[in-house]
């Protein structure tokens, strides 16, 4: 697992109270909204926020209305997508 991806575990765990066992490889994929995380919308929110203040990284309008935080690997790839464009 990347740097990236154990920090957002990290966040999922501390601050969005996920369990361990939730935190696997085959729920990557899985959408936050629905089974297992359930996160509803001022989850999602807080989600937000929480990994933009963890990474010093704004995540534009367009990353959330084109659904591209809406799993773990997805929200992985936003975050390092903008962490790249933040070193150029």
């Not at 975050?79 to 150029?88: A, D, M, P, T, Y």
Request: glycine share 2%; net charge negative.
């Amino acid at each position: 697992m990347d740097k990236t991806a154990e920090i957002v575990f990290e966040i999922m765990r501390e601050r969005m109270h996920c369990k361990e066992q939730l935190l696997t490889e085959e729920n990557r994929k899985r959408p936050l909204t629905g089974r297992p995380f359930y996160f509803s919308a001022v989850d999602m929110m807080y989600f937000l926020l929480e990994t933009e203040k963890r990474f010093g990284i704004y995540l534009e309008e367009e990353a959330l209305a084109d659904y591209r935080f809406s799993t773990i690997d997805q929200v992985v790839a936003e975050v390092n997508e903008r962490l790249c464009e933040s070193v150029r």
